[in-house]
């Protein structure tokens, strides 16, 4: 008899969400936090692997990656980084939407981020056709007028891995995005249980992170010489 | 322990921090500096940004322990692999040259 009632207590309790290998929802945010940041850090570590390979060229080819870089639209990859930073904002916001019960904000934030992510994805889709005419794609086709075409072609191999790279993290996201806002839009989150918004958030502020470096490294690495 | 909301006010902060950087980056980008000067301020800049997105962004200031040990163990083994490689790429060819035995 006693066991039966605690489980009765037990099933009005239990929040629908709580998995039940959860003590309660406290434990399975901070899991849910935790495990994507293990996740996030074997992202960092093949990133880091682009970044170590770029930082090698470049101490090699200074002058070669400098004039390379020329090649590349500084003010559309600076578009590009306000677009992002401001789609950090408003993941954020969504974040806080979702902490607090606001649906109507917290799918209004999320389609926004996902807006920003598709203009991002549009402004690269410009970039590269650019480069596709220009002759700039690595290979049997590749085309460089400067000095050092061979070594020119690293650097635009470098270029086209990690903006590439990149650029399938921010497709991925904006997908993320569209399973949130339709499970948003169907009431599925509550400040109890938000773990997706908030994880997926991390996602995305991680991708942000990875074009902070990259748009230094890959566009303004030249800007400073003379063309 | 519940879950810490970060006020709005926090976020439009760190948003203005960004965009500002964003600026400074782009304009120090334009002058020759001397020695690598130009790298190191346009890395200090970024890392100063990334700091800023995951300290606020991701909330780490205000994450559980355990979460910020596993995020710093994760940059501290990136610097490992960064810091060993550049080790030996940046020092070859600092030492005089082996003479061989045979080619005397």
Known sequence: MAQSEV?????IAHHPALAHHFEN????????TLGMWVFLITEIMFFGGLFLAYSIYRS????????ASHHLDILLGGI???????????MA???????????GKLVLFLILTMLLGLTFLGIKVIEYSHKFHDGLIPGIHFHYEGPHPQQAQIFFWLYFAMTGLHALHMIIGVSILAFLIYFAWRGRYSP???????????????????WIFLFPLLYLVGFHVKG | ????????????????ALMALTAITVFVARFDLPWILNIVVALTIAVTKATLV???????????????VVVVAGIFWLVIMLVLTASDYVTRGLLAPVVSISAQ
């Open chain 2, 1 to 16: 322990m519940s879950e810490h909301i970060v006020p709005k006010k926090t976020y439009y902060a760190v948003f203005g």
């Open chain 1, 7 to 11: 489980t009765a207590q037990h099933a």
């Open chain 1, 25 to 32: 929802m406290e434990q399975q945010r901070e899991a849910s």
């Open chain 2, 54 to 68: 995951v300290l606020y962004f991701m909330h780490v200031r205000y994450s559980s322990r355990l979460t910020q």
């Open chain 1, 60 to 67: 090699w080819y200074p002058q070669v990656f400098a004039e």
């Open chain 1, 192 to 210: 109890e249980y938000h773990s997706p918004v908030e994880i997926s958030g991390l996602y995305w502020h991680f991708v942000d992170i990875v």
């Open chain 1, 93 to 103: 916001l969504a974040v806080y939407h979702s902490q607090v019960g606001n649906r």
């Open chain 1, 80 to 90: 590009n980084t306000v677009v992002l930073i401001t789609s950090s904002l408003t």
